[in-house]
C-alpha cells in the first residue's frame, strides 16, 4: 500500500555539534536525533544537547534516543530540554513507552526469524516504527543494512527505514519502498559523531531526487 505521504521525511541521527545540526537543517531535514546512550561513539551529555537544541529552529523536530533508560535518565532529558519525540532502541515494553508520557518512535531490529508485522502491532501507540539492522550486542548504528525485501508492504505508512543507508543507495532505497521517512547515521559521516556536510547534502538530495520521480 502507497504511504498516506507523497514527501520522505528525513531525520540525521547522531548530532553531537551545533555546527552538524545546522547543516542538517540547512539541508533540508526535517528532524535531528540526539542519543543519550553512554556506549555509543555519538552519545551527548544533557549540557551538549541542549547547546545544540539552542540553534535548532521551529518546525524541524529534536528526537532523543534512548536504550533501556532508568525513569530518572528520562525525566531529565525531558524535562531540561525541548524535545519533540522519543526514540527508543532496547528492550523497552509498549507499557514503558508509554509511560514516559511523551510521543514516541519504536526501533526494531530486523532479526531473521522476528514477526516484523505482529512486533508493530504490538506498539500500535509509537507514532512510527523504525526498522533498523540488527546485530548482536549493538542496538543501533551498525552502518549496515538488512533485506529490505522483509518490510511488510501493507504498513508502510508507518514506516522509519534505518540501517546501513548512505547517499549512494537512498534513492533506491526510497524508490523501492516509499516509507514514510528515512534516518541516517554513520552513512553520512567523517568520523562517528562527526557529520560530514556534503554527504548530509547528497543524502537529503538523494531523497528528494526519488521523491520527484514518483510524484
Same mark, same amino acid.
Given at each position: 500500500?502507497?504511504?498516506?505521504?507523497?514527501? %520522505?521525511?528525513?531525520?540525521?541521527?547522531?548530532? %553531537?555539534?551545533?555546527?552538524?545540526?545546522?547543516?542538517?537543517?540547512?539541508?533540508?531535514?526535517?528532524?535531528?536525533?540526539?542519543?543519550?546512550?553512554?556506549?555509543?561513539?555519538?552519545?551527548?551529555?544533557?549540557?551538549?544537547?541542549?547547546?545544540?537544541?539552542?540553534?535548532?529552529?521551529?518546525?524541524?523536530?529534536?528526537?532523543?534516543?534512548?536504550?533501556?533508560? &532508568?525513569?530518572?535518565?528520562?525525566?531529565?532529558?525531558?524535562?531540561?530540554?525541548?524535545?519533540?519525540?522519543?526514540?527508543?532502541?532496547?528492550?523497552?515494553?509498549?507499557?514503558?513507552?508509554?509511560?514516559?508520557?511523551?510521543?514516541?518512535?519504536?526501533?526494531?531490529?530486523?532479526?531473521?526469524?522476528?514477526?516484523?508485522?505482529?512486533?508493530?502491532?504490538?506498539?500500535? %501507540?509509537?507514532?512510527?516504527?523504525?526498522?533498523?539492522?540488527?546485530?548482536?550486542?549493538?542496538?543501533?548504528? &551498525?552502518?549496515?543494512?538488512?533485506?529490505?525485501?522483509?518490510?511488510?508492504?501493507?504498513?508502510?505508512?508507518?514506516?522509519?527505514?534505518?540501517?546501513?543507508?548512505?547517499?549512494?543507495?537512498?534513492?533506491?532505497?526510497?524508490?523501492?519502498?516509499?516509507?514514510?521517512?528515512?534516518?541516517?547515521?554513520?552513512?553520512?559521516?567523517?568520523?562517528?559523531?562527526?557529520?560530514?556536510?556534503?554527504?548530509?547534502?547528497?543524502?537529503?538530495?538523494?531523497?528528494?531526487?526519488?521523491?520527484?520521480?514518483?510524484?
Amino acid at each position: 500500500m502507497k504511504p498516506a505521504v507523497t514527501r %520522505t521525511r528525513i531525520k540525521i541521527c547522531g548530532i %553531537t555539534h551545533p555546527d552538524d545540526a545546522l547543516v542538517a537543517v540547512e539541508a533540508g531535514a526535517d528532524a535531528i536525533g540526539l542519543v543519550f546512550y553512554e556506549p555509543s561513539p555519538r552519545s551527548v551529555s544533557v549540557a551538549q544537547a541542549a547547546k545544540i537544541c539552542s540553534v535548532i529552529p521551529a518546525f524541524v523536530s529534536v528526537v532523543a534516543l534512548t536504550v533501556d533508560a &532508568t525513569p530518572a535518565s528520562m525525566q531529565t532529558i525531558t524535562s531540561e530540554l525541548p524535545i519533540d519525540l522519543l526514540q527508543f532502541h532496547g528492550q523497552e515494553s509498549p507499557e514503558q513507552c508509554e509511560a514516559a508520557g511523551y510521543p514516541y518512535i519504536k526501533a526494531i531490529r530486523m532479526k531473521p526469524e522476528l514477526d516484523i508485522a505482529k512486533e508493530i502491532d504490538r506498539f500500535a %501507540t509509537a507514532r512510527s516504527i523504525l526498522l533498523d539492522t540488527y546485530r548482536q550486542g549493538v542496538p543501533g548504528g &551498525t552502518g549496515e543494512s538488512f533485506d529490505w525485501n522483509l518490510i511488510p508492504k501493507q504498513r508502510l505508512s508507518r514506516i522509519v527505514l534505518a540501517g546501513g543507508l548512505t547517499p549512494d543507495n537512498i534513492s533506491d532505497a526510497v524508490a523501492q519502498f516509499r516509507p514514510y521517512a528515512v534516518d541516517v547515521s554513520g552513512g553520512v559521516e567523517v568520523s562517528a559523531g562527526s557529520k560530514d556536510k556534503d554527504k548530509v547534502v547528497e543524502f537529503i538530495k538523494g531523497v528528494q531526487r526519488a521523491d520527484a520521480a514518483l510524484g
